[in-house]
């Protein structure tokens, strides 16, 4: 966890053109949150980087591709990190009403967790 005791959320697409950028700005403003966004492909607005890795307390990509790509390319980063793939397909734009409610819905869970008690 960050020293701060905020999670570092991290969401991952191909190009962090429509669907990273939209769970971004989804959860930007919750309390105990620090949201970024990136994509895996060389093209993205914002390129996946090791040190976004090694920011990042939970990564949350959009498809199993992109989780594969993060394994193949940061394998020794990734290698202590929680990643969820949410299973939303390249099928909306940047805060598509039905994207928005499929990335509160699946993110929520790893997100809005309890915290864990000795």
């Known amino acids: ?13 191909s ?4 669907h990273s950028p939209t769970g971004e700005q989804v959860w930007r403003r919750t309390p105990g949150l620090q949201v970024q966004s990136a994509g895996t492909s060389r093209s993205a607005r914002q390129r996946l980087t090791v040190g976004d890795i090694r920011w990042a ?4 990509v959009m498809e199993q591709k992109h989780k594969s790509r993060i ?3 940061f394998r020794d980063e ?7 793939v ?7 734009k940047y805060m598509d009403p039905e994207l928005v409610k499929l ?4 993110s929520a869970p790893y997100l809005l967790a309890e915290p864990e008690r000795d």
Do not use: G, P
Not at 15 to 18: L, T, V
Not at 57 to 60: E, G, H, P, S, Y
């Open 1 to 13: 966890m960050s020293e701060s005791d905020e999670v570092n959320v991290l969401f991952v697409c």
């Open 15 to 18: 190009k962090n053109q429509w």
């Open 57 to 60: 307390d939970v990564i949350l």
């Open 71 to 73: 394994m193949a390319d």
């Open 78 to 84: 990734v290698r202590y990190k929680t990643l969820h």
């Open 86 to 92: 949410l299973d939303i397909q390249d099928d909306y």
């Open 103 to 106: 990335l509160r819905e699946r």
